[in-house]
Each structure stands twice: as C-alpha cells, then as structure tokens.
C-alpha cells in the first residue's frame, strides 16, 4: 500500500505503508542512531513527533520484550528508508512493523530519508504528515501547515502517569546471570513527566527505594513521601510550557538534592529562573560529544532533545555550567550547590548506547546515601 509524508514546505515523499493505516501528524525530526528503534519507538519524548531514522536499515533485529522504555508507544509516526523481509535475532518476540501496527503507529518506508534529513537540517524542524489514505499531496501539505507547533506544547500532560506507583526492576543482563540485589540506600522519588525505564533501573541498580509520582503532583505532596532525593527525567514538548512542574521544582529548591536529565535539566533550570529556546533540529542520535568541564573528560552521549537551556540566563540565576555539546556548544550540563542540584542534558543512562555517562546515578546517590553535598567533585 502506497503511504507519504508531506511536509509544510511543500516537499512530498512517496513510500509504501508499515504498521497503522491512517493519518497522523507531528514534528518531523531526524534521529542518527544506527540502533535502538525499539527504545526510540517507546520512548515517551518523542510524544507529538514523526521520527525519520536516518540509518538505511531498521527492523532487523525485530522488538522484544525487554528493550520497552515504556508501557506503550507515543509518537506520531515512523519515517524509514529499508525494512528487511523478517527480523533476524533470538531475542525477537515479533517484527518491527507488527509492533508498529499493533501500537497504532503509522509508520512509512522505502523513503529516501538522507533527502528528508537533509531537509529538515537545512529549514530546522518542520510539521509534517504520514498517510496511508488516498489524500491528494496538496491537501497532505495543508494538514502538515495546519498542525500545532511543538514551541508552546505541553505533551507531558499526555505521558505522565495517573498515580503513584513503586519501581524496583534492575536493569537487565543479556547474560542471564542472576543478579545480586542491591539493599536500598534511600528514597528516590521520581517525577515522572514520560521517564525511560532504563532511567528508573539504573536508580535501583545504585541502591534506590523508587516512587514514581504524576507530573502534577504538588510540592507538598512530595515532601510527604519523605524523599531522600527527588529526580526528574526526561520528557516530550516545549518545557517552557509545563509550567506546574517547575513550579513544584521551585517549591523544592534546597530542600532535597535533586536530579535532572534532558526534560529535567530544563525544568530546573527553569525553576532557578533561567530561560530556554528551541534548537534549530535538536540532537536525537547516540554519539554526539560532550566535554565535562569539571574533569576535562570528553564523553559520548545519547540524547533526544528539541529545546536548550540558555547558558547565560543560568549562570545569572546562579548555576555553574559543567558540561557543553562540542558540535554546536549548546549547554549540556549544570549545577546548582547551593539548591542541592545536579543536572545533564543528555541521556546517561543511554539504552542503547554509549555507557559513559552512567556513573552519574551512581556518584550522584552515593552522596546523597552518606550525606555528602552535591558539588563539582561528583563530576571529576
């Protein structure tokens, strides 16, 4: 069945369908990760977002049971260029487009997505539609024109859990090896605003009792579940508009340390009284280069972000800047001792990919387990 994606500039690509049949609109952004489609398929960030792969191949390894970063699927489509005729791995439960149709995801292949890619490099993020329905182009570009902009969206209220709720799954071994349960240290409560999994295991894993709790759940609230530290990760949408959060972040300032990833990162900044802007495409990929400042250290990273933290409004609302993006110097990385604040904006705990961020869960609730302020030697 022939499907498109049609952009608002006009542009129109023809491929054939996988997955849901339907319409469906979004951002269109480009992802460089050569693997990972099932975490990027589950990962709630990309809620309201059209993910074009930009590697050829997808789909070869099929999903499986274990790699879900969430309970379900969130984004708006799938953009790819070559799907194989069956998945090839003996981790695989079914196929990439079952798991696509089955979510009600309406994905596009035997796209050209360099052409895509480049597109959208050189115009910035652009609205778009997929479409498996006998529409004409042009009525697919005015459904692409008339679909709401990320800047302004408030996509957390879409993925955030309606309850409170407890984690304790480590993360996984490919190995089967038994794993020796690590004792609770303390007490992690997580806002989740559309958190990855691998986020919450790698906190078990450092020695955390987890409880989750809705994005809009107030300060005081939180202060009753007698946390010992409070995390905030990642999520979808302009962060600028989830303003509830960062109101309870700001009613929290210095009296628990807290941590924040990508969404998180920007929230806190937010409620320190800092600013944030939209990035021309964002980074959505696995190898993008980050230099910690406090060690010199270089890391490669993960990271799937649309929106950054102003540098110098968050060094006027009093945080010191500790990590930066080599390719485009876009703030990677702050924190605030003061508040008890330790924040990175991309993804440490990286599933898949690059691992070197990892041991920031475990330097981070270590001294939060002995009492230890949150300062730059966390980082060295």
């Known amino acids: 069945m022939i499907a498109r994606l049609a952009l608002e500039d006009g542009s129109v690509f023809v491929g054939h369908a996988v997955g849901a049949l339907g319409t469906s609109t979004g951002e269109v952004v480009f992802n460089t990760a050569m693997t990972g489609y099932q975490e990027v398929l589950t990962d709630p960030s990309y809620c309201g977002q059209i993910v074009t792969m930009t590697f050829p191949l997808q789909g070869n390894t099929g999903v499986n049971d274990e790699d879900f970063e969430s309970s379900r699927t969130f984004l708006s489509g799938m953009v790819l260029r070559e799907l194989p005729r069956r998945p090839s791995n003996h981790r695989a439960a079914q196929g990439l487009p079952e798991l696509l149709a089955q979510q009600g995801v309406v994905g596009v292949a035997g796209v050209d997505t360099r052409a895509v890619t480049r597109r959208i490099r050189s115009h910035g993020a652009l609205r778009g539609v997929v479409s498996t329905e006998e529409r004409s182009e042009v009525d697919l570009v005015a459904l692409a024109r008339a679909a709401p902009p990320m800047l302004g969206a408030d996509h957390v209220r879409t993925v955030t859990p309606r309850g409170v709720g407890a984690w304790d799954q480590p993360l996984h071994r490919l190995d089967q090896t038994a794993r020796v349960a690590i004792p609770a240290r303390c007490h992690a409560v997580v806002i989740d605003c559309g958190i990855k999994h691998n986020i919450l295991r790698h906190l078990v894993d450092a020695g955390c009792r987890v409880t989750t709790v809705p994005a809009d759940t107030p300060a005081a609230a939180i202060r009753d579940l007698g946390p010992d530290a409070v995390v905030v990760g990642n999520g979808p949408g302009d962060p600028a508009a989830v303003t509830g959060t960062a109101a ?106 690059p691992h070197d961020g990892a041991a920031l869960f475990t330097r981070f609730i270590d001294a939060v387990a002995t009492g230890r302020p949150v300062t730059a030697t966390l980082l060295e």
């Open 248 to 353: 309870t972040l700001r009613a929290l300032l210095g009296d628990v340390p807290m941590l924040g990833i990508c969404l998180g990162h920007q929230l806190l900044a937010i409620a320190l009284g800092a600013q944030t802007h939209k990035l021309r495409f964002g980074h959505h990929g696995a190898n993008v280069p980050v230099q910690n400042r406090v060690s010199g250290r270089v890391e490669i990273t993960s990271q799937n972000h649309g929106f950054a933290v102003d540098a110098g409004s968050l060094e006027r609302a009093g945080g010191t800047l500790t990590h930066v993006n080599l390719n485009d110097g876009s703030l990677e990385g702050f924190l605030h001792a003061g508040a008890g604040v330790l924040c990175v904006q991309y993804h440490p705990e990286a599933s898949p990919g």
